[in-house]
DNA sequence: TCAATTTTCCAAAGCGCTTTGGAAAATACT
DNA sequence: AGTATTTTCCAAAGCGCTTTGGAAAATTGA
């Protein structure tokens, strides 16, 4: 069934009934619920190739999915890929992946060239610009997950890293911690400088030198939380609180402590950031895990609105969003162990 | 830079620009190689739309991602997706994705009568064949991960479900292991099912009648093959091995183990499934799990190759694989202990 | 009542490609 | 030499939609 066959059965033009569908109020609303009603019975539907022919644009939203043989599948990337799916088929766009083994842009450009989709997500962003100033170049429309120094010029989403350390030591500054380490991501990443500046100025606002000793950093593997705390729970002076970059770490922090005889919640306090991905459930970790918390899922959705609200037009200024993380307070977290016991 | 203005700037007819980069035999070979040269000098792709309107094929195939807000994201899932999409990018398909929390089969019914995609992945298969007789129905082209009872009348890919708990139930047996326990997946799960009937019937070859004691089945996490584990091991008669559904079941299995001070691979003898997921390498436990082994990322880069020769006509009956997983010993498994010890 | 508006519809062009059904040119066959 | 065949190219139609630029009909205003 097509839109002609669709026509003729209705005794009116093709233009009336593609008008009448597509909610032109230059066809009459007896009419158009006539065509509405038509087009149901017959279980018509306008066939997409033709209308992005006709239209130059596709409704489709394309991402670059990282798939190198040898690299596991970074469940954080999945878990926003679920959250930008979902939303998008509600507004009704589809979702292209495409496997970036080779170079990521060179999928993009040959995508906008071909007409395949409207517009690119931009994942991973690392501090090179690279691959943003070749879309900027290319014309093509993009948003971000992540910032990189010149996101003044492009839309993005992203969370406040710096809120992410800041906050929580700050916090526990105030309980009266003063010796916090921190387990940090891969330093070469936006946000695990971001987090370790939010930690640094945190302790500097209260007269406090971060001691050096206090700072490991690495891809936030269970394995690397469990070391990173073995070593910086052995130091000399032993940190009273341990501040991580990801659930995950926290889970073998907590598995360091255990080893250790440290006692989590009394002995040493523990917080996290928590991306909610599978697999990494703070709230049901011994004692729970106090974190600052942003679904990685509610940025997908919220980049497929932002996506929608591109193509419309909206300017790029109103599609910058910085989330503030949430601190959420739970029983991993107390004041720390008084000295003289 | 379209066909006609292309065509205009070699003194050729369209027909002949598009023929040529198709590349037709009734243009000669040395219009083709000047047609291929101008189209790269002048950067030309085809617009996908207007050929994929022309054509009636789409060159996209479709897979429904499973985002059930509150369903964690399979990561045996996101593997063979990797697989997919890998694959698909090499042989020029793109991979299209489409959330499901609504009907999955009603997302591929749009799909397929907008045109959108040409062809159907469909993954996660139960007993009911409700979802494929409705695509069978519907008339549109898929295959299947996973197998159903009527598999014959349809394109599928598999493993040998039954040998996975087969072949290593006989090996056990051949060692001189009797008690043999196995820890499986969700008994609703065909896979699940195919499992339990390879242990069953290789211990009823060799005359041992299967212990129901020695039966569990659950979802495949840690902390099942923890807790299945332990109540296996407390029973009397302790089993002297466990064969386990995946190999993060295994990992529980270990850590029980551990807690009851038996030894993998001497006391002991554990062996799994392995699909190669991430976060759960076999060859790094202690001691090296033995596996039957079979990637889902190649059963996913097999399928895209298969979705590939049904678009070009290959018959069904040719499109069958069921692929037989292979032993890989490690020392996870020894003969049993002797009494007298 | 007739002209000016507004409402409602439509014919035809166009999106950029593929494909059909030849035609012209080149080559091969008596 | 003239005819048959093959090679090489092309004009035009068509894929199924949207959109433009009216035209006809209905409504309004005087």
Redesign the interface.
Known sequence: MNLKTLASHLGLSQTTVSRALNGYTDVSLATRNRVAEAAKNF?Y??????R??ATGR?S?IGIA?P?DMNM??D?HF??F???L??K??QLDY??????S?NDEVD?YR?FA????VDLVILSNVDLSEERIRLLQDLNIPFIVHGRTATCDTYSYIDINNYSVFHDPTKMLLELGHEKIAILNGHPDRVYAIERFHGWQDALNERGITPNPDYVRSGVMSEENGYSFAMEVLQLGERPTALLCSSVIMAKGAYKACSDLDIKVGSDISILAHDDSV??ANATEMDPPLTVTRSPLRDAGREIAIMAMKYLKGTDIKELQCLWQPELIFRKSVAAPPRDDI
């Open positions: 279980g539907r306008p066939n997409v190739n033709a992005r022919l596709s489709v999915f798939t596991f599948l469940p999945i878990e890929l679920a959250g799916s979902e998008a088929s589809d979702i292209m992946i495409s496997s083994q999928v040959r060239e071909k007409g395949t599978p697999l």
